[in-house]
């Protein structure tokens, strides 16, 4: 599997990740404080350089998703097809996470029924260990 | 202000046969695009003084300039994301023409996409961003990417895979008219499309352009120059590149409106300089790595309402004949995908009225180039 290449802007993403909270890079200005994703050094709406990482509730819905199918890197192709969703935040939806919604945190990518699937629907985080890096997961919340 | 409009001509293309392999390298069918493109506008390797490709075309200028012949080189210029510098590369030599920094233009792009490697199979240049946020969820090739924002745009929009299918048709309906192009031989029909493999669901096979091995090239002159060249001369009307506010690339999932890509921005500068509007294009051809970057694109450039797109294709509107006939040598879904350049070469074969599906009297041509990454656009006139 394909694990994170981290870069400076977004470690600190990546380490809160490790301790299982989901956290969102915001811009530390006393009159703006935005939210911002990806994470990079400066704040589009203010072009401050002062930032946070701020405790997201992890609650989002589903934007949209697709299922690839092969030729795909082997890893993945094993677990083909499989689900890749993108999830916006019930904080922000501008905010939106790219991820995998499974049946159990530590379950393969195609561990849900497809058709289970669709826009708009509710989605809590979890956290896996992939290769020794902590990444996201997005489990169905039960209606 | 110095304008664009008009001041420089398209008076010369060359392109090598496209094939899934072609024998020769990459630097030899850039070197055999470009010698046909200077022999169809008569003009000498020796005046060659400018040059424009792709940052990921793998020929550099040295290697161009002394394989070809080219005299003293004034102007260099090479544009990036991948498909989205097509159109570029035309407007910057159309530029620095215009701008007395250099006379004979040569734009091209070379690739073995058919028989080389895929290029998201390689991990190792896997960049740190946005890649990081996308790629270990198994986003790993630009059909997924776009794959994301064509299940929005359906379920947005109330469009369909019919919609979709209209796109791949039309492409197709023109490549079996081409005997130059991949499909030539090779009719597609409504159920090959529905029953079709999945590539990323909600894209099948036929929304996923061709890859190819292949080569092409044009030359551009100043409007004087051109009138006295060999071939009928076609006008660089305008040209314009589009990077948007707080765009991400092709996983442009962080904006207000994921589905209001760099067509839009673009477009309004294209059609800022121009004389002439969307309701005015005889033709267009528009770049198709998948199938919704038409209905994208259409809605970008202005040929209807954001959301109108998919609509738009209904009732055989793309064909010849149609409201807005594209892609009229099969495009990159059933020509040849060469990053867009044959898209170029097209629209100069269509206002030279050689095109081998001709639009009557085809007078103005839009070009694009990849919408879904940082673009370029050009309209061409006669
Ligand atoms: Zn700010």
Known sequence: MLTPVVDPDGAPFWEYAARGELRVQACAAPDCGRLRFPPRPCCPHCQSFADEWRRVSGRGRIWSYVFPHPPLLPDYAAQAPYNAVIVELAEDPLIRLVGNVVAEPDAALDSVDPSRLRIGARVQVAFTEVDGMTVPRWLLERA | MATLKDATAIVGIGQTPFAKQLPESEKELACRAIVAALDDAGISAAEVDAFASYTMEETDEVEVAKSIGAGDVTFFSKIGYGGGGCCATVGHLAAAIATGQASVGVAWRSRKRGSGPRPWKNTAVQLPTPAQWTRPFGLLRPADEIGMLARR??????????????????????????????????????????????????????????????????????????????????????AAQGLPAQHHGMVNYWNDDPLTGPAWTAARHLWKQADFGPDDVDVAQIYDAFTPLIPLSLEGYGFCGRGEGAAFTEGGALEIGGRLPINTGGGGLSEAYVHGFNLINEGVKQLRGHSTAQVPDAATCLVTAGEGVPTSAILLRS
């Not at chain 2, 590539?199 to 190819?212: K, R, V």
């Open chain 2, 153 to 238: 745009y359906l379920h947005e929009h109330g469009a369909t895979r019919d919609h979709l299918f209209n796109v791949a048709l039309a492409c197709r309906n023109r490549a079996n008219q081409n005997p130059a192009a991949i499909m030539y031989e090779r009719p597609l029909t409504r159920e090959m499309y529905m029953t079709s493999r999945w590539i990323s669901e909600p894209l099948c096979l036929f929304d996923n352009c061709l890859e190819t091995d292949g080569a092409l090239a044009c030359v551009i002159v100043a409007a004087e120059r051109a009138r006295d060249c060999r071939q009928k001369p076609v006008y660089v009307h305008s």
